[in-house]
């Protein structure tokens, strides 16, 4: 599925309270999100108008290793066949 190309750091955060994540910090134009669920896990997320393409492919990569799917499952799960 290709992935969005105008999504913005914050929208990718609300995008991931869906999986329980929340900003357990932010310093500078970087936030720290963390989740609980299925053990700890912590992401950085540019807060950025527009993420790189290459940027949201790492960050969705890494949430969907902890998770235990494929990149391909959560970005349908998020984005829906809008993407």
Known sequence: MRL????????LS????????????QKGS?????????GTHNVTIP???ALRIGTLSSILTDVATHFGITRDELTEEMFGGDA
Request: no cysteine; charged share 30%.
């Open 30 to 38: 970087h936030m720290r999100l963390t989740t609980t669920v299925r």
């Open 4 to 11: 969005p190309r105008d999504i913005s750091g914050r929208q």
């Open 14 to 25: 609300t995008l991931l309270s869906g999986r329980g994540y929340v900003v357990t910090r």
């Open 47 to 49: 807060d950025h108008d």
